[in-house]
């Protein structure tokens, strides 16, 4: 996700940079969300403001994925909140630059293998050089980054979601109840075959809008179609894993009480379900 500002918007020498600090090994962390915006990005508080050569950022970005193990941070500011989305810049800051301070690892329901923390700006001085576009086309750079990135959050979820299926046919083969495997029973045959229909659907709607993406396509509305599907699904599916397990599955003995953690952000990060639906909508009627 990182990544995807400097793709879109960087110039040779800027992706030569972002990029060649990444083949040595460093990390990226994309720096939007903050305490008080979070799906609504227009409610940016983080100010940049041009002082020289330089921009000067301060401001707080809440919950960041490896916000502290990354090298480089792709961060959004606004000019003046008075100027909403068009005073909206995309920067690229190197992590060790003065001024840069992390705040302590969130303590996560899921996804605790991922390091996720505020990433705090005070007077942290940012070349003019490191500005992703012009003045004023964050937005359009936000916006561009979140409609590749969605068809991989997507991914993600489906692989979630095949991880608590197949967890769940496993043991439904294996445990046995009144004196045959649980499979036998119609009502956990039905269970499996809508977590397959879920899956499946799941899987087929994130690489229809990959492959829009890599025609040159419109694939705003598939990707946004894809995400929300395979986030439901995967809360679904690892929902009934839980069930087919029974006691069990409420049990950090056995692997289906992770998925089910893993699986609710799937609904929450890089979009929740609900703005992901309204997306859709609007493309719908825009046509």
């Known amino acids: 996700l990182a990544t995807d500002p400097v793709l879109i918007a ?96 969130e303590d996560k329901l899921g996804i605790r293998s991922s390091n996720t923390t505020q990433v705090i700006f005070e007077d942290v001085r940012v070349p003019a050089k490191n500005l992703l576009g012009k003045e004023g086309e964050g937005f359009k750079i936000c916006m561009k980054t979140l409609d590749l990135s969605r068809a991989a959050a997507a991914s993600m979820a489906v692989g979630v979601a095949q991880g608590a299926f197949e967890c769940a046919i496993n043991y439904s083969q294996e445990r046995t109840q009144f004196g045959q495997p649980i499979c036998k029973f119609q009502t956990i ?16 709607l994130y690489q229809k809008a990959c492959s829009l993406q890599d025609m040159g396509l419109p694939f705003t509305q598939m990707s946004s179609l894809a995400k929300c599907w395979a986030g439901d699904a995967a809360m679904k599916v690892a929902t009934d894993a839980v069930q087919i397990y029974g006691g069990y599955g409420y049990s950090k003995e056995y692997p289906v009480e992770k ?10 990060f890089e979009g929740t379900a609900q703005v992901q639906r309204m997306v859709i909508a609007n493309s719908i009627i825009k046509g």
């Open 10 to 105: 960087g110039n040779h020498q800027q992706k030569k940079w972002f990029y060649g600090r990444m083949n040595d090994g460093d990390l990226a962390a994309f720096c939007l969300t903050e305490p008080g915006a979070g799906s609504d990005v227009g409610g940016l508080s983080t100010r940049c403001i041009r002082d020289g050569s330089d921009y000067i950022l301060n401001g707080t970005k809440q919950f960041i994925s490896n916000g502290g193990v990354a090298g480089m941070y792709t961060v959004f500011a606004t000019l003046d909140k008075k100027r909403g989305y068009k005073g909206h810049c995309a920067f690229m800051v190197d992590r060790h630059t003065p001024g840069i301070t992390i705040g302590p690892p």
């Open 189 to 204: 045959q039905f269970m499996l075959a809508d977590m397959a229909m879920y899956v499946e659907t799941a899987r087929l």
């Open 259 to 268: 998925y089910f953690r893993d699986a609710k952000i799937m609904q929450i």
